[in-house]
């Protein structure tokens, strides 16, 4: 039978032996090592593309999503570094690109329907066509191109933050504004003296909604009530217009002049987005996992996108019944 040997008490140690233990204290557990060198390396990596994660950021720069907690670009007060962020990927890029992609096609797309005349039916477009379908179509780029704007540079510094925030809500008003444009002229195309209300009170509720957003306040957390509340009453002046033309010329007739459909899609498409943004899925589930690719903003920011493709084959269903009808005028 084999000899057993006892290993010493700490206090039979030599001197110096009992000194490190004292200093290291007792053994760590293997899996605290493992997640603590984990963390390490995701550390290392991500600073090894200029990132930075959640906890390295300034004050100013943690307003924003605490569950996306890595892929961040540090603050930097130069433009071109800001620019120079498109030429590697973090958690703005998909934000980003989704926007600036939108923004080029919605410029474009006025350009291509009315001045190539494809398909054919487009060469009936009046003057008022163009500038009604057009408001929409540029509402929508201008959104966009700030989107893009406020994302490339907010990373900048606290001014650029704060200012970009305002162009951001400044994009928003101009594409709810714009889709009022069109839905309006199409819905009373036989009421003039309705389409220049509601186009004045959709104007009036757009410009006070510009000016709120400008002031010093307006973009404090604790102030998001009245966000809500000033961007919901522009959005009334699109929910009364569409329930005044059906109650007005019955659901048959008025839900195929508004294309009612592609309306209904677009509030789908807009709600999803934004229960997503607000729920933080999935990120807040999902830790780490879709900080670059599938966060909650970015499900928002395509969601958006599609809405507003959906939201263009509306304007466009309305201008093909206006002109598929020319001699029904239910005013």
């Known amino acids: 039978m084999g000899k057993i040997e006892l290993l010493p008490a700490a206090e039979e140690l030599p001197a110096g032996l009992r000194l490190r233990a004292a200093r290291d204290g007792p053994p760590k557990p293997l899996s ?12 290392e990596v991500v600073q090894g593309v200029k990132l930075l994660l959640w906890t ?6 943690q307003e924003g999503n605490h569950y996306i907690e890595t892929g961040y670009r540090p603050s930097s007060a130069s433009l071109w570094e800001c620019l120079h962020s498109w030429t590697y990927l973090h958690n703005e890029t998909v934000n980003i690109f989704s926007h600036l992609l939108g923004a080029l096609f919605f410029f474009a797309l006025p350009l291509y329907i009315f001045n190539t005349e494809i398909p054919p039916r487009y060469a009936v477009a009046t003057l008022a066509d ?15 191109s700030f ?3 406020f994302h490339t540079f907010f990373h900048h510094s606290a001014s650029a933050f704060a200012l970009g925030l305002k162009l951001d809500f400044q994009g928003v008003i101009l594409l ?12 009373f195309l036989c009421a003039p003296h309705l389409q220049t209300t509601y186009w004045c009170l959709t104007s009036a509720f757009a410009l006070l909604c510009s000016v709120v957003t400008f002031q010093p306040r307006f973009s404090d957390p604790h102030l998001r009530p009245l966000r809500a509340a000033t961007f919901g009453s522009l959005a009334m002046t699109t ?5 005044h033309g059906l109650v007005r010329y ?10 009612l459909r592609w309306i209904v899609a677009t509030l789908v498409l807009n709600t999803m987005g934004a229960g997503a943004y607000a729920a933080k899925f999935p ?3 999902y830790p780490r996992r879709f900080d670059v690719f599938g966060a909650s903003h970015q499900i928002m920011h395509v969601m958006i996108l599609v809405a507003g493709g959906a939201y263009g084959m509306a304007v466009l269903g309305e201008f093909d019944y206006r002109h598929e009808n020319p001699g029904q005028c239910l005013g």
């Open 32 to 43: 605290n090592n493992i997640v603590k060198k984990k963390e390490e390396v995701i550390e």
């Open 56 to 61: 390295d950021l300034p004050e100013w720069q």
């Open 130 to 144: 163009k500038l009604a379908c057009s408001t929409y179509f540029l509402g929508v780029a201008a959104c966009f």
């Open 147 to 149: 989107s893009t704007i």
């Open 176 to 187: 709810m504004w714009g889709a009022n444009i069109p839905l309006i002229y199409y819905a």
């Open 239 to 243: 929910f009364i217009p569409v329930v």
């Open 250 to 259: 019955g659901w048959a007739v008025q839900s195929e002049r508004i294309a």
């Open 283 to 285: 990120e807040r589930w």
